[in-house]
């Protein structure tokens, strides 16, 4: 696990779980839950002002492969130093590629008190498989209207 959070860019550790998930459980302790949506879910919320879509992945992903159509972009590695750039009111959908960043993403927002947060179940790899299209930054340029 601290392998994975180095390479996502958090060096210092201050612990972890012993024994998993499993003994938390165990001990009765409490937990906290984000949302999650489907490709399908997100699919007929894509129009909706009311959600704010988060793309958490590498720069270099959303460049090579493209986004969802509204999403924003900001590396999981970097949110917390641009929390303010996310809006408080809107109901946060984020995802990565395939949603362990997503889920990591989800969970940094909570902490730093975003009560709505919804981790897209697949990421970017579920939603194509779902048949939902991906814009590519070429297909931009050429939808722009003419001058």
């Known amino acids: 696990?601290?392998?994975?959070?180095?390479?996502?860019?958090?060096?210092?550790?201050?612990?972890?779980?012993?024994?998993?998930f499993a003994a938390w459980f165990k001990q009765g302790e409490e937990i906290e839950r984000t949302g999650t949506w489907s490709?399908?879910?997100?699919?007929?919320?894509?129009?909706d002002p009311s959600v704010y879509i988060l793309d958490v992945r590498k720069i270099g992903q959303r460049e090579e492969k493209?986004?969802?159509?509204?999403?924003?972009?900001?590396?999981?590695?970097?949110l917390e130093e641009h929390l303010s750039e996310i809006p408080e009111d809107k109901r946060i959908v984020v995802h990565c590629d395939v949603g362990y960043k997503?889920?990591?993403?989800?969970?940094?927002?909570?902490?730093h008190g975003f009560s709505n947060v919804i981790n897209l179940l697949?990421?970017?790899?579920?939603?194509?498989?779902?048949?939902?299209?991906?814009?590519?930054?070429?297909?931009?340029?050429y939808a722009a209207p003419a001058a």
């Open 66 to 78: 493209g986004y969802i159509q509204g999403s924003h972009h900001i590396y999981v590695g970097h």
């Open 102 to 111: 997503g889920s990591i993403a989800a969970s940094i927002l909570q902490k």
């Open 1 to 20: 696990m601290v392998r994975y959070c180095v390479r996502l860019g958090y060096d210092n550790i201050a612990g972890y779980l012993a024994d998993g």
């Open 122 to 141: 697949g990421g970017t790899i579920g939603w194509e498989a779902a048949n939902y299209p991906m814009i590519k930054e070429e297909e931009e340029l």
């Open 39 to 47: 490709p399908s879910d997100l699919a007929e919320h894509l129009d």
